[in-house]
């Protein structure tokens, strides 16, 4: 035990759901909600023919604004150009 100290740290530390860098920037946190919501907007661009639009309209909802809404406190002091491709995907901008 001698040389190394008995306490260590971690540059990086994962809380409930973002993953926050030693900056606290929430960069990955949002490309991987962002990459999330895509994937499952192609997924549900595929069932669009083979179900209701209400049921769509719910399943839009429980994968795609749940997650966009899911740690959006975290968000208030985070810059415009960080926040800006969640912004995309609640407009419908972007891939289908």
Known sequence: ?????????????????????????????????????????????QLRNLVSKQVMTQLVTALILSRLDYCNSLLIDVPASTIAPLQRVQNGDGPP
Do not use: D, I
């Not at 030693?22 to 499952?40: G, I, T």
């Open 1 to 45: 035990m001698h040389g190394q100290p008995w306490v260590t740290y971690e540059t990086e530390s994962r809380l409930h759901c973002p993953c926050f860098s030693a900056e606290l920037q929430m960069k990955r946190h949002v490309n991987k909600v962002v990459s999330l919501c895509y994937y499952h907007l192609r997924r549900l661009f």
